[in-house]
């Protein structure tokens, strides 16, 4: 089975800084898309980033330049670079990623259990 496993969440103040981590494992014979996504209390999930096989990324308005979505293939891992972090960017944020599996060669749309970036002073 395939796994999406997330980390770097936590506590800032605003204007520092965060780096989040999301790791595939499992049976994977390719990745296509990856992403993260975002979902504050009371608000719906909203896309954040997300970045190509081939290194296109794409941003929500509201992030473009503060962050910054980067991937390595080799370790089926994307980042996500959170610099001047604004209270608004409070919410969970989780990890999405296009997989094909490498026992049937069956593709699914992953989620990771997602994780709490809190900004506040």
């Known amino acids: 089975q395939v796994q999406l496993v997330e980390s770097g969440g936590g506590l800032v103040q605003p204007g520092g800084s965060l780096r989040l981590s999301c790791a595939a494992s499992?049976?994977?014979?390719?990745?296509?898309?990856m992403g993260w996504y975002r979902q504050a209390p009371g608000k719906q999930r909203e896309l954040v980033a997300t970045?190509?096989?081939?290194?296109?990324?794409n941003y929500a308005d509201s992030v473009k330049g503060r962050f910054t979505i980067s991937r390595d293939n080799a370790k089926n891992t994307v980042y996500l670079q959170m610099n001047s972090l604004k209270p608004e960017d409070t919410a969970v944020y989780y990890c999405?990623?296009?997989?094909?599996?490498?026992?049937?060669?069956?593709?699914?749309?992953?989620w990771g259990q997602g994780t709490q970036v809190t900004v506040s002073s």
């Open positions: 499992g049976s994977i014979f390719d990745i296509n898309n």
């Open positions: 970045i190509s096989s081939g290194g296109r990324t």
């Open positions: 999405n990623a296009v997989i094909r599996s490498g026992v049937g060669l069956i593709t699914y749309d992953y």
